[in-house]
């Protein structure tokens, strides 16, 4: 099958530590096989972890971008989920060696006068690499932090103890009634200089982004990234199992058209006809198919481009999205 994952580096777990009173969330720091250097990364980055042959999962790195001697991300145990934290807390250990890939970013740190970093639970790891360097920039922003407890909050001694922690706002649903009890200060009143750096589980998100539309922030001005797709799926499919109507992948190199079924991807009709493709979370959600378009409509159903991206039609995520015209041809 000529599916393949991206470019995966070899590290070893130097250290896990736990990273919430609850015992529900761990930090592993990994480190080169080699000893040397792992790639830089932009805060918001992410990379793959390969726990199996079809376990593979995302996850955000924190720390500093400039530390590129380790990478640090934060899991946080799911028991419902699709079995990648789960993984991580019980079968692996320090000495472990673990494929990891380059650090890949849909949710970069963008350029403003201002920033206010609003971070739901497990979603502040990517905005803590954002902290650090608004902070290193000395830069004007705010932190605001929500979780349903104390001790369920992930990372909560160090984000104390951080250089930027004077900038830092909790918020527990137990105490204050979290983001449902009211927008904070910060988000009150749209500041049309500022930007948004949202990040958490898709209601509190959803909410976020109602309540600061209602009080004239702009989309534009919402940057976010979802840790699970908003629709639930990695390929949405109706009563019958179908994904939509049929239409033909061309590949620009050979001229190859592909029909792609209501019943099957993108990527599975490529791979099936030996057309080597990139593929990692096969939701949507990390970007590693995204693929050049060249001609056609694309019907997106990403989690990864932004409304700019998508108006724009010249890529496509191959795991899930399909075609609105009869044909797409991809730059492959």
Partial sequence: MAVHAPRALEAVVHAITLASASGGCRTFELRPVDGGSFPPFEPGAHIDVHMGPSLIRQYSLLGSPEDTGRYL???????????????????????????????????????????????????????????????????????????????????LEELRAAPYADRMEFHYDEVDGGVRAGLPAALRTADPEAVVQLCGPGPFMDHVIKEATAVGWRDDQLRIERFAPATPGAVRRDAEGSTGAEFTVRIASTGQGYPVPGDRTIAEVLAANGVEVALSC??????????????GDPDHRDEVQTAEERAANNQITLCCSRAKSPELLLDL
């Fill in 73 to 155: 991300i934060c899991v946080r145990r799911t028991p419902g989920g699709r079995g990648g934290s789960i993984a991580l807390h019980q079968e692996v250990a320090v000495g472990a060696r673990l494929r990891i890939s380059a650090p890949r970013n849909h949710f970069p740190l963008a350029d403003a006068a201002r920033h206010v970093l609003v971070a739901g639970g497990i979603g502040v790891t990517p905005l803590m690499a954002m902290a650090e360097v608004l902070a290193r920039r000395q830069a004007e922003f705010s932190f605001l932090y929500y979780a349903s407890t104390a001790a369920e909050a992930p990372l």
């Fill in 282 to 295: 096969e939701q949507g959600m990390c970007g590693a198919c995204l693929t050049p378009v060249l001609a």
